[in-house]
């Protein structure tokens, strides 16, 4: 079990950047895929980035992929989400999600391939 706490959401003004964080619980680092989530108002859960376990290699959600960047620090357990040229589409509550095995039943930006959640934090984008 990994226990998942999800900061830095806020309203935005469009075209601004935001960096969320996601700190995991434990001393030791973490092997897990780390995953970047949102749930926009009215639409199901959908993945946006994870982290490769060992490799570290990044995938993005086609949908985000040039605005968003997600990186990790293992040695403090924290991934981060940097939201660039942030959109009125964007705003969301985005959470945190961790699976610890290598080998994942759904795909790596299907919500089912994830067992460990966070309580999600919420972005708004407004003028």
């Known amino acids: 079990q990994v226990h998942l706490t999800e900061s830095g959401g806020g309203s935005v003004q469009p075209g601004g950047s935001l960096t969320l964080s996601c700190e995991a619980s434990?001393?030791?680092?973490?092997?897990?895929?780390m995953a970047w989530f949102r749930q926009r108002p009215g639409k199901e859960r959908e993945g946006v980035a994870t982290?490769?376990?060992?490799?570290?290699?990044?995938y993005y959600a086609p949908s985000v992929e040039g605005r968003f960047n997600i990186s990790r620090d293992s040695a403090k357990n924290m991934v981060y989400l940097q939201i660039n040229e942030l959109r009125h589409e964007d705003t969301a509550v985005y959470y945190c999600?961790?699976?610890?095995?290598?080998?994942?039943?759904?795909?790596?930006?299907?919500?089912?391939?994830?067992?460990?959640w966070g309580q999600g934090t919420q972005v708004t984008v407004s003028s």
């Open positions: 982290l490769h376990p060992v490799t570290m290699a990044p």
């Open positions: 999600a961790a699976e610890r095995r290598r080998y994942l039943d759904w795909s790596i930006l299907d919500s089912r391939s994830y067992n460990n």
């Open positions: 434990g001393s030791t680092p973490i092997e897990a895929w």
